[in-house]
């Protein structure tokens, strides 16, 4: 019996529609920035035309049956194009829970006089609208997944990119954290271009690594470990002064590795021990005598 | 029976990786160099194992050994040419050598092992140039 109730509530959309719509703009959690209300109330109408087709064919409330796929399709588009218009979890939920109070006022007006009724009804609704919210922010969740897990793909190929210095003396300059997934490809990399280009001495500059942990340390060492092995060595250079802090607070070792502050230096190194000198030639006396003005 | 071939070059020993290594083969390999040291007083041992692109932590091991004997010996001793995929694979097995000699080929291998071995058999003359003891 309460049943059939919620179906002649859900029908009398006008009423209904009117005040979900006033709840969700009073809510105060409505980012009224993000959404208009002319939209908002397209959605609503939209949502309550799919859950009234479902009802009328299955009016059980039960939101597993395959009547009610099409309410959580709707749900489901919802919760992607708000968690993509950034919308927050529970901003994006209130869409939902928010049919509870203008539905109970409803059920409330049916059921004068019937407080076993009413109560029976409010829960069955409760449940309901529950299980919708429910599967709304797991959407939501989903989807912010999806987006994460593409700017990490992303990322990955940006990131890792290893740049011939001089013959025998590659450069690889990292940005972002370093996870024991980076670094399997970084150091995929690396040796690739070790073994391609012949070089000697590899620069690891970790100048745009935020931070340097334990554990970002270890697979550093990691990397210099396999280098050496293949018989290359390794410079760890760009080590600014917070990490240089840091890493004397947390007690890293870096071993024998050969670090220096910046790059320059880390090249300077390198070119020292594959035997290169930089030399400043004279430089030739320029044709207007600008040059040997401040002289005479 | 299987053997890995040790070839004398002057100084030198060199000896070429060029089949799977299995745990036989090894100690195999580690008797005969030991004994071509002693009887050949090499000055040094070059391992080329650029063919080999399977290892455990026994042939990793292995390698290591191989060096710290050669060492004992009085022979110098570098690893040339080994792949990225064993290279990883060494480093994840928590085996990172420390004390071997690497190099990335041959020709570099074999530069190494002649200035390993310059300091203790050479000696510098005034000019510059480097005469045998």
Redesign the interface.
């Known amino acids: 019996m309460a049943l059939s109730k919620i179906n002649e509530v859900i029908r009398q959309r006008q009423s209904l529609l009117t005040e979900w719509v006033k709840g969700q703009l009073d809510s105060g959690v409505l980012r009224s920035d993000l959404i208009s209300e002319v939209e908002l109330r397209r959605e609503s109408t939209a949502f309550l035309e799919v859950l009234s087709e479902a009802l009328d064919k299955d009016p059980s409330l039960s939101f597993r049956q395959p009547a009610y796929r099409p309410v959580l399709n709707f749900l489901e588009e919802l919760s992607r194009s708000r968690g993509k218009k950034g919308f927050s979890p529970s901003e994006t939920a209130i869409f939902v829970f928010s049919l509870k109070q203008p539905l109970f006022t409803a059920l409330k007006a049916l059921h004068i006089k019937d407080a076993e009724g009413l109560a029976n009804a409010v829960w069955e609704v409760t449940e309901f609208l529950d299980n919708l919210g429910l599967h709304t922010i797991d959407t939501y969740l989903v989807g912010r997944e999806e987006v994460i897990r593409g700017q990490q793909a992303d990322m990955l190929e940006l990131s890792t990119p290893v740049v011939q210095l001089w013959e025998g003396i590659v450069a690889l300059p990292l940005i972002g954290t370093l996870d024991s997934n980076r670094t399997s490809i970084v150091m995929e990399t690396l040796l690739q271009v070790i073994v391609q280009t012949r070089s000697e001495i590899a620069i690891i500059d970790i100048t745009g690594v935020p931070t340097v942990d334990t554990q970002v340390a270890q697979h550093l060492l990691k990397t210099v470990a396999a280098a050496r092995l293949m018989g290359a060595d390794c410079i760890i250079s760009g080590i600014r002064p917070q990490i240089a802090q840091t890493m004397v607070h947390l007690q890293i070792d870096l071993g024998n590795v050969i670090t220096k502050a910046t790059m320059a230096e880390a090249l300077k190194t390198a070119m020292n021990r594959s035997g290169l000198v930089v030399m400043r030639r004279a430089v030739p006396s320029s044709p207007t005598g600008l040059g040997t003005s401040a002289l005479s | 029976m299987d053997r890995i071939p040790i070839l004398t070059m002057g100084h030198f020993l060199l000896v070429t990786i060029q089949v799977d290594m299995h745990d036989q083969l090894a100690l195999t390999l580690q008797d005969d160099l030991t004994n071509k040291i002693t009887s050949t007083l090499a000055k040094g041992v070059l391992i080329d194992i650029s063919s080999l692109e399977i290892v455990d932590s026994f042939i990793g091991r292995m390698l290591g050994n191989i060096s710290s004997m050669a060492r004992v010996l009085g022979a110098g001793s570098v690893?040339?040419?080994?792949?990225?995929a064993?290279?990883?694979t060494?480093?994840?097995l928590g085996l990172?050598?420390t004390g071997v000699y690497?190099?990335?080929?041959v020709e570099?291998?074999m530069q190494l092992l002649r200035r390993q071995i310059d300091a203790d058999f050479y000696h510098l003359t005034t000019d510059g140039n480097f005469v045998e003891i």
């Open positions: 690893v040339v040419g080994m792949q990225p064993v290279a990883i060494l480093v994840e990172s050598l690497t190099a990335l080929d570099k291998g």
